[in-house]
């Protein structure tokens, strides 16, 4: 059972990975701390789970190679479960990959970090309803006293024993876009595996955004 | 665009409107991944020379280029 572990940058990625691993791998204050994919194993109630810590990113465009790395990885290794680490300090910004991490139909589970700094600021967040809104299970956490773990492994097994299904969500894009998307779709879904490789709407939407890396990707499989 | 001016005209502690980004779609898409998006309100905490244009952006702060703030346009609120 693979678990992937994605988020902002500087969201704690790295201190929950060490507190489902029992690892130290080195946390730092600062952005950009992990640079390469690290794993570790959480052995938890009998199972053996593979942890993968992935960079951190706003986004999974193309951008930086490390969004190519944390966004390749959750497509085409298909783990059993992708946590994103939140701050839960700074919901808006963190939010943002979120949705792009439903809209790729990834197993998702919210572990809402920094709970604590979010009080202290004083935000009340309303946990429940947002699980509701992204239809998502979604956990409060302080990861840098170790709380919330439990309830973490506990929501990530009801998803990777597929318990629960996160629904892909999608965003509408308007008229003249979806006409397009459509299109695509109906076309990536009648070219062989391409459709069982990638989510097929997801892989439309990228290629109408020019996504380098989607169109090479496509250039290899149609044989050019 | 009368009221408008590059990002990297505006002094620390001012609050300004993005109203465009004058780039390449790779550029606007990456300020937009970072929440920097038409309409959103920013202040301006740093824009010292040397060193990067500090903003508060959405709650959190977010380091850009001088050359990257001549290419965002704004107007004051």
Same mark, same amino acid.
């Given at each position: 059972?693979?678990? #992937? /572990?994605?988020?902002?940058p500087?969201s ?8 489902l691993?029992g690892?130290r791998q080195?946390?730092g204050?600062w952005?950009g701390?992990?640079?390469?994919k690290?794993?570790?194993?959480c052995?938890?109630?009998g199972r053996s789970?593979? &942890?993968?810590d992935l960079?951190g ?6 951008y930086?190679p490390?969004e190519?790395? #944390?966004r390749?990885f ?11 680490v939140v701050?839960a300090?700074?919901?808006?910004r963190?939010?943002y990959l979120?949705?792009q991490?439903l ?6 589970v919210?572990?809402l970090?920094?709970?604590d700094e979010?009080?202290s600021r004083?935000y009340?967040i309303?946990?429940?309803r947002?699980?509701?809104l &992204?239809r998502a ?11 919330g773990?439990?309830?973490l492994l506990?929501e990530? +097994?009801?998803?990777t024993?597929?318990e629960?299904r996160?629904?892909?969500l999608?965003v ?6 979806e006409?397009?998307?459509t299109?695509?779709? *109906?076309?990536? *879904?009648?070219?062989g595996d391409? +459709?069982?490789?990638?989510p ?6 990228k ?6 890396q989607i ?10 | ?7 990297a005209?505006v002094?620390?502690g ?8 004058r ?8 300020l ?10 920013? *202040?301006v905490?740093?824009s010292?020379?040397p060193?990067?244009v500090?903003l508060? /952006? ?10 990257m703030?001549?290419?965002?346009l704004?107007r004051t609120?």
């Open positions: 059972m693979v678990v #992937a /572990l994605a988020g902002n500087n704690g990625k790295t201190t929950v990975f060490n507190n691993t690892a080195h946390v204050n952005p701390v992990t640079v390469e690290k794993e570790g194993i052995r938890w109630k789970i593979r &942890i993968v960079p990113v706003y986004s999974l465009t193309a930086s490390d190519v790395i #944390a390749n959750i497509v085409e290794e298909k783990p059993d479960a992708v946590v994103d701050d300090s700074n919901l808006e963190n939010l979120v949705v991490l809209e790729m139909g990834a197993p998702l919210v572990a970090n920094m709970m979010a009080d004083g009340r309303d946990v429940e947002l699980s509701q &992204i299970p979604v956990v409060p956490m302080e990861a840098n006293r170790n709380r773990t439990q309830g506990d990530i +097994a009801k998803v024993d597929k629960i996160i629904p892909e999608i509408n894009y308007g008229r003249e876009v006409e397009e998307i299109k695509l779709e *109906s076309r990536i *879904s009648s070219a391409l +459709a069982k490789r990638y097929p709407r997801w892989l439309a939407v290629l109408l955004e020019k996504d380098q169109v090479e990707v496509l250039k290899a499989v149609e044989g050019g | 665009m009368r009221d408008l001016m590059p990002l005209m002094g620390p001012c609050t300004v409107q993005i109203a465009c980004v780039g390449g779609m790779r550029l606007q898409r990456r937009a991944d970072m929440g920097l998006t038409p309409g959103v309100v920013v *202040s905490l740093n010292q020379m060193g990067p500090i508060n /952006l959405r709650g959190s702060r977010l380091a850009l280029g001088h050359g703030t001549m290419r965002i704004v609120v």
